[in-house]
C-alpha cells in the first residue's frame, strides 16, 4: 500500500512536471473555454470575500488564485507538488511572491486555523491519500471555514455518457498527446477520472474528516462537480 502511494506521488510530479508548459493551452482548448467557467463558479459558490485567506491546493499555474484575486481575496497561498507548474504560477503572477508552496495535499506546513478557505481544482483525484489530505484541510481551516473541491465526474445520462467516455478517452488523449508531447499524462488524465468516479465518494470522506455541512452542485451536463464543505 505504502509502496503504491509513493509510486503514485512521483507518477503524478512527473507527468505534471511534463506538461506544465502546455497545461493552460490544452485546458482551455480540450474543455472548449469551460475551464474558465468552472472555476469563476467554484469561488462563488465559496464565498469569498476580501477578509479570505485562501490556500488553493493542486494549484497548477495559478489560475484559481487569479480569479480569487480579482475577487477581491488578497492573503492567497497557492500550493503544487510540481515545481514546474509553481514556476510558472510565479512567472504569470508575481505578486504571490514567497507564497508558493511545494508540497503535497496530506503534508500542509501551515498552522492549525490558519486560512478560511481551502481550493482544489482538478487535483484531488491526483492526491495519493485522499483521506489524508482532507484530514488536513480540517486541521488547517478556522471555524467556519470551507473546502471547495471542483472535479470531473461522468455524466448520469447515458447518451450523453457515452459521447462523453469517447471523447475523453478516444480524442482528447490523442489531442493531449500531441500538443504536449506527453502520450502518457493524456492517458492517465481520463483514466483517472472514471476510477476516481466509481471509487471515491468525496462527501463521505470530508464527513469522516469531521466537515458538517456539505453541498454538492453538478455544472455542465454533470461533467463537473461542485463540494464545498464546512468546517
Known sequence: MIIGMKEKKTKVK????SIANR???LNHLLSFGMDNYWRKKALKLSGLNSDSILLDVACGTGDVAIYARKMGVKKIFGADYSLNML???HQK????????LQMVAEMIPLKRESVTNITVAFGVRNFYD???GFNCFYEILKAGGKATILEFKM????IFSSLYKF???KILPVIGGIISGDKEAYKYLPESVEEFDEKINLPGLLRNSGFSKIDSYDLTMGIVQVIVAVK
Request: charged share 30%; hydrophobic share 30%.
Open 14 to 17: 512527473r507527468i505534471f512536471d
Open 23 to 25: 497545461y493552460d493551452l
Open 87 to 89: 514556476k510558472l504560477f
Open 93 to 100: 503572477s508575481p505578486w504571490i511572491k514567497g507564497n508558493c
Open 130 to 132: 485522499i483521506q489524508k
Open 155 to 158: 455524466p448520469e445520462n447515458k
Open 167 to 169: 471523447y475523453f478517452k
